[in-house]
């Protein structure tokens, strides 16, 4: 039985995508928003101790933060969002639709379609095959070992 789950997207103007870039420790992080500005993450009871078994937070994590329109804060210190939802390696590729989270993934939703067409930076086998070729044929071959045996070099007497 196949499984999908409903990728939360980000529904109000306060909440965007980001990147974990930095762990500080004390349920904080920093994180590149999909603006392009640098924030400190606090997270929340909710995602820490038992309760962060599906919500592993590690450096490039893809998360969901909702920012702090509220707060007042200073000029010289950076602004704090809260983490709102913790996106897995499998909602990676239903994510890149939305066009907001397709600042992170450096690439424009725009360009993902041309003529029909998916373009994708996944390699195909053909690819894959062509790599293997480059390792294997970069590899030292060692001009003393013959790895075939020859029946006039066995000699049945020494059994």
């Known amino acids: 039985p196949i499984i999908r789950m409903n990728v939360r997207l980000a529904k109000d103007d306060a909440e965007m995508y980001a990147i974990v870039t930095k762990l500080c420790g004390n349920g904080r992080a920093d994180v590149k928003c999909s603006d392009g500005v640098t924030r400190l993450l606090e997270i929340r009871k909710k995602f820490r101790g038992r309760n962060k ?7 490039g994590t ?28 499998g909602q990676h590729d239903a ?3 939305d066009d907001a989270a ?6 424009s939703n725009k360009d993902h379609t041309i003529d029909g067409y998916e ?14 070729e ?4 970069s590899l030292p071959v060692d001009q003393n070992t013959d790895s075939t045996v020859k029946d ?3 000699d049945w007497d020494d059994i």
């Open 119 to 132: 373009i994708s930076n996944t390699a195909t086998w053909k690819q894959k095959a062509e790599d293997l």
């Open 53 to 59: 078994r599906d919500n592993m937070i590690a450096m």
């Open 95 to 97: 994510l890149k639709k």
């Open 152 to 154: 006039d070099d066995f």
């Open 134 to 137: 480059i390792v294997h044929s």
């Open 102 to 107: 397709c600042v992170l993934f450096g690439m």
């Open 62 to 89: 893809i998360i969901l933060v909702g920012e702090r329109d509220w707060e007042v804060r200073s000029a010289k210190k950076k602004e704090k969002v809260d983490l709102l939802y913790v996106y897995s390696s």
